[in-house]
C-alpha cells in the first residue's frame, strides 16, 4: 500500500513537473531574478534566440499556462523582450533596447491581456511596447521598478 502511494506521488509529481513547467522555474504571481532560472529555462531562452548567448537575464516573467516556452517577458541588461508562441509553433520575439525607451507609463492591470500587471512602454520610434511582470493582484513587482530606474 505505502508503495503504491509512493508510486502514485512520483507519476503525479512527474506530470506537475512536466506540464505545469512554468511552476517548476519561475515564482507564480510575480517576476524571477534572472539567477534564480533554472538551466532549462536558460537553456530555452538561449537555444530559440532569445537572448543572446552572453545576455544576461536579469528578470523573467511568464503567463504561459502550461509552460515558460508559450511566453515571456524579460528584462536583461539591455533591453526588455517578449515573446509568444503562435498557434503553428512559431515564435514571435519583440525586444526594445533602454535607450529607445521614452517613458514607462504607470503600471497597468488589465484582465483583458491576460490577468497580469505590467506597464506600457512609449518608444522613440512612436511605437509602443507591452512588458507584463506579475499577476494582476500583484503589487508593482520589482522588476518594473528596475526597469523605471533603467529608462530615467
Do not use: K
Amino acid at each position: 500500500m505505502a508503495c503504491g502511494a509512493v508510486l502514485a506521488t512520483l507519476a503525479i509529481g512527474t506530470w506537475l513537473g512536466v506540464v505545469v513547467v512554468g511552476s517548476e522555474h519561475v515564482s507564480l504571481g510575480e517576476a524571477t531574478r534572472g539567477g534564480d532560472l533554472l538551466a532549462g529555462t536558460r537553456r530555452f531562452l538561449r537555444e530559440t534566440g532569445i537572448v543572446e548567448p552572453d545576455e544576461p537575464v536579469l528578470w523573467f516573467y511568464s503567463r504561459g499556462l502550461f509552460a515558460v516556452r508559450e511566453n515571456g517577458n524579460l528584462l536583461t541588461d539591455t533591453r526588455a523582450i517578449v515573446y509568444d508562441t503562435a498557434e503553428d509553433g512559431s515564435l514571435d520575439v519583440r525586444s526594445v533596447d533602454y535607450p529607445s525607451m521614452v517613458r514607462v507609463y504607470d503600471t497597468f492591470r488589465d484582465p483583458a491581456i491576460g490577468d497580469v500587471t505590467g506597464v506600457r512602454i512609449d518608444v522613440g520610434d512612436g511605437s509602443q511596447f507591452f512588458l507584463a511582470m506579475g499577476d494582476a493582484d500583484a503589487e508593482e513587482p520589482e522588476a518594473l521598478r528596475d526597469l523605471r530606474e533603467r529608462v530615467r
